[in-house]
């Protein structure tokens, strides 16, 4: 059983690891879905899919905001909860744009906190407030994760 100390210790060692599109190196390079990646394969072992390459553009192309990509892989692996149960060790998905799709991800580290990757940043750690929590569109546990 994975518990979910081990999952933000994980996390938390990405810290500081640039941003890089499609990447998931510790150290060397990720992205908001690379961190969770790699998360899970320091955590719960190999991957159980590899995602397809992407553009970082994906859900603003004609046609490509119309699928909740993300969510629809995360349902493969993980299991679903409701946004406002979700804490530390779970991964909460996050709308970018009203309208658009989840396309953004994180793993929360605690109350009102979580760690991610984005664009011209190193992985970071910060603070969910009132602007990501407006965007907060999915959650999810990692399976078989204990207190």
Known sequence: MTRRDDIVA???????????????????????LGLVRGVWRETMGDEPELPPPYTADWAERPGG?????????????????????????DVMLFRM???????????????????HAWSDHAVVETAMGRWWRARAAFAFRFPGMED
């Open 97 to 115: 744009r009203d309208g658009g799709p989840a396309k953004h991800a994180a793993i929360l580290s605690g109350a009102d906190r979580m760690i």
């Open 10 to 32: 994980a996390a938390r060692g990405w810290i500081g690891t640039p941003y890089r599109h499609q990447a998931s190196l510790k150290g060397a390079g990720t992205d908001c």
């Open 65 to 89: 905001g119309a699928r909740e990509t993300m969510a629809e892989a995360a349902r493969r692996h993980m299991i679903e909860i409701a946004a406002a149960d979700a804490g530390a060790g």
